[in-house]
């Protein structure tokens, strides 16, 4: 068996980005995640550390879901949004787009959640579905066709297609790894960045800029895609969101803006990276 720390290295950006996309809510899919590694530590003869981590991953959050709907909560409850909103404040914007598409997948039984997820979001073959979701793989097919039929009623938002997913999912664990050679390969090299904090407007331009960026303020953030956008959490609060423009296989764009837990621009808030760092300096 690989070594723990080579494992949780390669493979918990991918699992709490699985997880949070199934719950929708970072502290559960951590713990989840934590979970599903204690359980590998424990276990003998794993083939396929991902795989083997991906069924039991996704098990532990359908059991949530199942405890979930037997007391009629959600995880993760979404927050009543206002009436009308200033089309001037695209953050807002963006988070009411991220939160109809939890609450859309929230509506699905947990069966068909995991089903869709698994398959339609992360591209795992039915019969990996089908185990862990301990159902036959028909089942499993049927599961996830009636959720694309549930979200085709009710979505207004773009799905990513597999090409954007396996981008997105490179960025993701690039940046949490803290892989500068991986980060430098994901992105094109003439991307740029930009984005507005503490009340000032701040751009990177080729890859070795905006990598140097990113990995110093998201060097020790916990990466999630959220389409049609991806969120930076720090100790469980929502640190920074991100929106990426994809050419080819790499990133060619990213825009950048403080999370709703670090305040707006130009508030105290959102001045200071919880490690110290303020976004201001270069």
């Known amino acids: 068996m690989t070594g723990f720390g080579e494992v949780w290295r390669a493979n918990r950006p991918y699992l709490v980005n699985l997880a949070y996309r199934m719950l929708g809510d970072i502290g559960a899919a951590e713990d989840v995640v934590q979970e ?19 069924v039991v ?3 532990l ?3 949530q879901l199942k405890s979930a709907h037997s007391r009629r909560e959600l995880p993760g409850d979404v927050p009543e949004q206002p ?3 200033d089309p001037a404040d695209r953050v807002t914007l963006d988070d009411e787009v991220r939160l109809a598409l939890l609450v859309v997948l929230q509506r699905l039984p947990p069966a068909e959640r995991v089903a869709f997820i698994l398959h339609d979001v992360f591209g795992t073959p039915f019969e990996s579905v089908a185990e862990s979701l301990g159902r036959p793989v028909a089942t499993c097919r049927q599961l996830a066709r009636r959720a694309r039929q549930h979200i085709a009623l009710e979505r207004s ?3 990513d297609d597999a090409e954007h997913q396996l981008v997105t999912e490179r960025f993701i664990t690039a940046c949490s790894t803290g892989d500068l050679d991986a980060l430098l390969r994901v992105l094109h090299p003439e991307v740029w960045g930009t984005g507005t904090f503490a009340g000032a407007d701040r751009e990177r331009h080729g890859s070795a800029d905006v990598a140097a960026g990113l990995l110093r303020f998201l060097g020790h953030a916990t990466l999630v895609s959220a389409p049609p956008q991806l969120i930076a959490f ?3 609060r929502e640190f920074a969101v991100l929106r990426l423009t994809v050419s ?9 803006a403080p999370g709703q837990d670090f305040g707006r621009p130009g508030s105290d808030d959102g001045l200071s990276h919880p490690s110290g760092r303020r976004w201001s300096r270069g």
Not at 36 to 54: E, M
Not at 248 to 256: E, L, M, N, S
């Open 61 to 63: 959050c359908l059991d």
């Open 83 to 85: 009436a009308t909103v």
């Open 157 to 159: 938002y773009p799905v």
């Open 248 to 256: 080819g296989d790499q990133v060619i764009k990213i825009v950048a």
């Open 234 to 236: 720090i100790n469980r």
């Open 36 to 54: 599903a590694f204690v359980r590998w530590s424990a276990a003998v003869d794993v083939d396929d550390d991902r795989g083997w981590l991906t």
């Open 57 to 59: 991953t996704s098990r």
